[in-house]
């Protein structure tokens, strides 16, 4: 979802640097080839993952849900020179779509995909992160941020996404009735634990950013 009115967001993005043609070329195949295209960052955010990243010209980025591998590819525009970006994706059926763009991208090479559950592994992986961009199922949000906690490096970023879950955040969370329902409601009480949890975070500092459905910097002091 996207919370400024429709033409607000279209000046936002005519005034934003446009997507590569190839990053292009992803975001619409995406669109016309999966189930959930709306998973895909998508232009703005995009860009904003791109400058984040060029700000901090991160050495280890740690993405945990690689979808179509749209953000990957952003996030990996900023790395330094022997930068890499270690994503985790569970969809193992997704990889050769993946790969088909990251091969023709000048950062694919530094783009080392892990196919499996985040939860498994994120144990195995060794910090420190200068960047950690968390992006996968919403009931895990809360254990992701403890799992990556200690491999953030003094001064690094953890982003989180979809924060304001299309606004259902401010919403009351009924009792549903259908098991879709319960579902939906179930992920937007993990949302409201998670920003919980980092605003209460003495550790931290943040800002909860209303771009696309909601971006959550966090600042490891
Ligand atoms: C919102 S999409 C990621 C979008 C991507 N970061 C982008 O912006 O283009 C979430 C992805 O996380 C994956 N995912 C969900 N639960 C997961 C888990 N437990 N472990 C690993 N990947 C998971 C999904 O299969 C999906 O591809």
């Keep these: 979802m996207d919370f400024l009115p429709p033409d607000i967001s279209a000046y ?12 292009r070329q992803l975001n619409r195949n995406t669109r016309a080839r999966m189930l959930y295209p709306r998973m895909l ?6 860009r904003t993952l791109s400058m984040f990243s ?68 994120i144990p195995e992986i060794d910090g420190p992160f200068d960047l950690v961009f968390i992006d996968a199922d919403k009931e895990n949000y809360s254990r992701y941020y403890d799992l990556v906690f200690d491999k953030v490096r003094t001064g690094g970023i953890i982003l989180a996404d979809n924060v304001l879950w299309s606004g259902k955040v401010v919403q009351p ?5 259908t098991a879709a ?15 919980r949890k980092v605003s209460e ?3 931290v500092e943040q800002v909860l950013l209303p771009v696309r459905d909601g971006l959550m910097m966090i600042y490891k002091q």
């Design 12 to 23: 936002s993005e005519a005034h934003t640097s446009p997507e590569s043609e190839l990053l």
């Design 41 to 46: 960052s998508g232009h703005l955010q995009g």
């Design 54 to 121: 060029r700000m901090l010209r991160p050495r280890r980025i740690l993405e945990i849900g690689t979808f179509t591998g749209y953000s990957a590819l952003c996030l990996a525009e900023g790395l330094a020179d022997d930068g890499v970006l270690i994503t985790l994706e569970k969809d193992d059926e997704l990889e050769s779509f993946i790969r088909s763009y990251w091969n023709q991208s000048p950062v694919g090479h530094r783009i080392d995909l892990r196919l499996g559950i985040a939860t498994e592994l």
């Design 173 to 177: 969370i009924g009792a549903g009735r």
């Design 181 to 195: 329902e319960r579902r939906a409601d179930k992920d937007t009480q993990a949302v409201l634990d998670f920003n």
């Design 201 to 203: 975070d003495p550790r």
